[in-house]
Every structure is written in structure tokens, then in C-alpha cells.
């Protein structure tokens, strides 16, 4: 069963427009959130992350925003560009110790020029 | 670039012999952590270390086996490999636990069982 999911495995957009990637989760334990990129032959990278006790975060062209109530966050670029196009994890992890992470399936994102 | 270095990038080894990939840290941090990602199933936690010594299971760790005799390095041993264990291993190292935790993740290696 899996607990964070990101149901579009793939996302088009044009470059300028803004990329929306989606996540879900189940686990209300979770209280601390992150989105990694991905490009092919390399490890994920931290993009962005929030706590649950904040709805929204932004740090340049990207912002989370945090619906705690239906358990779904997504992650905004905008405008978006070329080199943005990679594939975006979604994670979180509960309180405790370790901050062990439970990764989403990701969603490859190609923006087009 | 966090200090992560993974050896070897690639390996390509037959069923039933053991396999060993290796951790390397500069940072000093005391957490490190190995997935695996296949397609379909993001990254999935193995095992993970709090310290020297100190280490725990994670969701997919039947089959493997883990070490950490020094802050700087995490092993990950396959003690007989299988062919279901053939995906690209990542380790990540985090500097904590607390609230903003944030894991760093090695370059990785594409492991392919035959």
C-alpha cells in the first residue's frame, strides 16, 4: 500500500507556462514534506520542502502548497523552463527519529521549448 | 554537492554471489540511509544508519545486510544476489533527525543481477 502517491507518471508543458506535479498521502503522521528532482544518471536533488504546520511555501520560480485536510500538496513552477524537465519525487517523512522518507513513484516533467 | 561518493557506479554480477557497494561521506554526518529505485516504485528505504554501528531495518530489507564501522562509511552487502534485486542503489546522508531534516543523496549504482 502505498502511502505518498503521484498518479500522473507524466506531464507536458510549454516553456513560459506553469508546471503543476500533484502528490497524495495516506499517512497522517506525516508531518514534514519535500520535493526532489531527478535527472537520468544522477541522485535526486532537494528542491523544496514544508512543514504541515505551514500551507504554503515558495522559493523562487517553485512553491508547495500544503492541503493537510485532503492530504494532498503540489508543487508549482512557474514559468517554467527547458532545463526544468527531470523527474520530481514527492516525499515525507513522520515525526520520530531517523526522518525516515517514503518517496512518491515521481512524475517525469518535459517542458517544451 | 554534498560529499557522497558511490562505488562502484555500475556492476553487473551473477546470481548468487555476493556484492558489496560502498558509502562514502566527507560531510560527518550521522545519518545515512540506502534505497533503491525501480520503476513504478520511487525510491525505497533499505536500511538506514544513526551512528557507528547503529543501524535499522527499512521497508525492503529482506536480502540485504548493512555496516557502518566508521562515521565516513555505509555498506551495503547482498549476501547472495538475486535477480530481483537488480535497480540503481542511492545513499543519502542527513546532518539530523529534527523537523527539517533534509537527505542528500549520492550519484547512485545501476546493479544488474544475471
Known amino acids: 500500500d502505498q502511502q505518498v502517491k503521484q498518479n500522473s507518471p507524466s506531464l507536458s508543458v510549454q516553456e513560459g507556462r506553469i508546471s503543476i506535479l500533484n502528490c497524495d498521502y495516506t499517512?497522517?503522521?506525516?508531518?514534514?514534506f519535500l520535493w526532489y528532482k531527478k535527472y537520468p544518471a544522477e541522485g535526486p536533488t532537494f528542491l523544496i520542502s514544508?512543514?504541515?504546520?505551514?500551507d504554503k511555501n515558495e522559493d523562487g520560480r517553485f512553491t508547495v502548497f500544503l492541503n493537510k485536510s485532503a492530504k494532498h500538496l503540489s508543487l508549482h513552477i512557474v514559468p517554467s523552463q527547458p532545463g526544468d524537465s527531470a523527474v520530481y519525487f514527492c516525499?515525507?517523512?513522520?515525526?520520530?527519529?531517523?526522518?525516515?522518507?517514503?518517496f512518491g513513484s515521481g512524475t517525469q516533467l518535459t517542458v517544451l521549448p | 554537492d554534498a560529499g557522497i561518493t558511490q562505488s562502484p557506479r555500475h556492476k553487473v554480477t551473477e546470481t548468487g554471489t555476493p556484492v558489496t557497494l560502498r558509502c562514502h561521506q566527507t560531510e560527518n554526518h550521522r545519518y545515512m540511509y540506502w534505497y533503491r529505485q525501480d520503476p513504478g516504485h520511487g525510491l525505497r528505504l533499505i536500511h538506514y544508519?544513526?551512528?557507528?554501528?547503529?543501524?535499522d531495518k527499512g521497508e525492503v530489507s529482506d536480502g540485504y545486510s548493512v555496516s557502518r564501522s566508521k562515521t565516513e562509511d555505509f555498506l551495503l552487502t547482498l549476501e547472495s544476489a538475486t535477480s530481483s534485486q537488480t535497480s540503481v542503489y542511492f545513499c543519502?546522508?542527513?546532518?539530523?533527525?529534527?523537523?527539517?531534516?533534509?537527505?542528500?543523496f549520492g550519484a547512485g549504482t545501476r546493479l544488474s543481477v544475471l
Open positions: 543519502a546522508i542527513s546532518e539530523s533527525s529534527g523537523p527539517q531534516n533534509i537527505q542528500y
Open positions: 544508519s544513526y551512528g557507528v554501528k547503529d543501524t
Open positions: 514544508i512543514s504541515s504546520i505551514k
Open positions: 516525499a515525507a517523512s513522520p515525526s520520530g527519529s531517523a526522518r525516515q522518507l517514503t
Open positions: 499517512n497522517s503522521m506525516f508531518d514534514y
